[in-house]
């Protein structure tokens, strides 16, 4: 065997050309953004099966041909989460400048989850935690960490909440949270080991905020029943309608019930750089623990959430574990040794995918696409009340909008087979692609406007997509 047959280290210029071609691919893409089908996932499972592979291959393949199966087959077979037509789930986009971030992160390759092994590189990503807590109004002892999504850092949040509110045998212990409330919530109670029914599931008002009444109702029953309440969930813009529940209301009541109070503003938390955002969201900076998902509401690339806590010592007394192989830990409590926060040891340098783009750019741009967006939904809901039989299910309180079509004399079940056919209707245009949900077992579809990429001239198609949608339902199933 040959050292060149052994070596992985690209020889000669050979990295610069890789990156290069892969440049070229991502640029062209990035370029013609505008120009590609919302979605595009017809025969796509086909395309999976083709993908199949089971041999390990033993030898390589020209980059070229990699990046042109990449680029040419298998990309453009989705969701096209990246351009400016996506209004469906929780969009962001993506900025590319935090794609250059983790070429760098990922090249120097540092590990930052142990402070001892790169001091600088944890102290940058700890002032990305700083600024998340600055934006959240929390106290300097306040800590966090940097997770790959909102899931995760919720888990986090479930475990410093009970580690800190309930004895080893927590089995008892009672979580509240509305019926809007993401199933990350319940998700993170089951893993961290709390039996089905934990999460108690509270109603919601006629604008699916928490009802503060309910809420107290459920937990003097519960205490009455013997059960444990310890922790409190509200919504600062749930997934469905972007509902904020009264978090200064919620945050009076952990008060008084001694329960930890966890915001889930993984959708909603960065717009309390807007003004708008800041009074919707009062009462936030109360909180115990927050949840903010940067690869939603600071358009980064999927996989960067976070978890905000506000006594940093119950952070790291849930989490943290020592062993004889690790460095020392710091010892200033003010230095970051993000192991001990968090489930993770080796991860990812993700705290520069926030740095370098907030260093690059200054917070304005990302206030002023955050203000646009919840303009622009606003905008939408207006003209969609201008169209005759749309009904507004859901007013925008952040930038999501939710409406169905309605004529009288449609069933409920009628109503929910046109509104999941109209939606259909408008995503085959290609030019905005959105989501449906149930709000109230009825079928709405929903308009969420998040991505960078989305501007006015992208409404304005899809509000023109709308109302042909509309025409052409209404022609096929008359009003009867
Ligand atoms: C309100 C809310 N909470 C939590 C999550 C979970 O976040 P992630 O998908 O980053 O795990 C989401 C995801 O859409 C969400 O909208």
């Not at 479930?158 to 409330?181: C, H, I, K």
């Not at 909008?401 to 209707?425: K, M, P, Q, Y």
């Not at 692609?433 to 077992?441: D, H, S, V």
């Not at 998040?450 to 109302?467: C, K, N, Q, V, Y």
Request: charged letters at 25%; aromatic letters at 8%.
């Amino acid at each position: 065997m040959t050292e060149e047959d052994r070596s992985l280290e690209l020889q000669g210029d050979a990295l610069r050309r890789l990156i290069e071609a892969a440049t070229e691919r991502i640029l062209a893409h990035i370029e013609s953004l505008p120009r590609q089908p919302s979605a595009d996932v017809a025969g796509g499972a086909e395309l999976a099966r083709s993908l199949a592979e089971g041999d390990l291959p033993e030898t390589g393949t020209p980059a070229e041909e990699l990046l042109d199966l990449l680029f040419d087959r298998v990309i453009p077979k989705s969701f096209n989460t990246a351009g400016p037509g996506y209004l469906a789930y929780i969009p962001a986009g993506g900025i590319p400048q935090a794609a250059v971030a983790d070429l760098i992160a990922d090249s120097v390759n540092r590990y930052v989850g142990v402070f001892a092994a790169a001091p600088g590189l944890a102290q940058l990503e700890e002032n990305v935690v700083r600024w998340f807590c600055r934006i959240a109004g929390l106290p300097p002892a306040a800590r966090g960490v940097l997770t790959s999504g909102g899931s995760l850092a919720t888990f986090s949040a479930v475990v410093a909440a009970r580690a800190d509110r309930l004895p080893e045998n927590f089995l008892s212990g009672t979580v509240y949270a509305s019926d809007q409330a993401h199933y990350s919530v319940e998700k993170a109670a089951r893993l961290a080991g709390f039996p089905a029914g934990s999460v108690r599931e509270i109603a919601t008002d006629a604008l699916f905020r928490i009802r503060p009444d309910e809420l107290e109702r459920a937990i003097a029953s519960d205490r009455a029943a013997g059960k444990t309440p310890f922790l409190l969930v509200g919504n600062a813009g749930t997934t469905n309608t972007g509902a904020v529940d009264d978090l200064a209301a919620l945050a009076a009541i952990a008060r008084r019930e001694e329960l930890w109070f966890h915001v889930d503003a993984a959708y909603g938390g960065f717009f309390l750089l807007t003004a708008e955002g800041r009074r919707r969201m009062a009462g936030i900076e109360q909180a115990d623990s927050i949840v903010l998902d940067p690869h939603k509401g600071l358009f980064l690339p999927y996989g960067t959430g976070a978890l905000l806590v506000r006594d940093g010592d119950t952070l790291r007394r849930a989490h943290a574990m020592t062993a004889d192989y690790l460095p020392e830990n710091a010892a200033d409590p003010e230095l970051p040794d993000y192991h001990l926060l968090s489930p993770e040891l080796s991860r990812d340098f993700r705290g520069l995918r926030v740095w370098l783009p907030f260093k690059l750019h200054g917070v304005g741009p990302f206030r002023r696409n955050l203000e646009e967006k919840l303009e622009l939904t606003r905008w939408a809901a207006e003209r969609l009340k201008a169209i005759p039989g749309i009904e507004i299910l859901a007013e925008p309180q952040l930038s999501i909008v939710a409406f169905r079509l309605r004529r009288d004399g449609w069933t409920d079940a009628e109503l929910d087979r046109i509104n999941r056919g109209l939606l259909e209707s408008i995503n085959s245009r290609k030019r905005v692609y959105l989501t449906g949900t149930l709000l109230r077992g009825r079928f709405a579809i929903r308009i969420c406007v998040l991505s960078f990429r989305t501007h006015r001239d992208r409404m304005e198609a899809g509000l023109e997509d709308i109302r042909a949608a509309v025409d052409e339902v209404t022609r096929i199933t008359p009003a009867s």
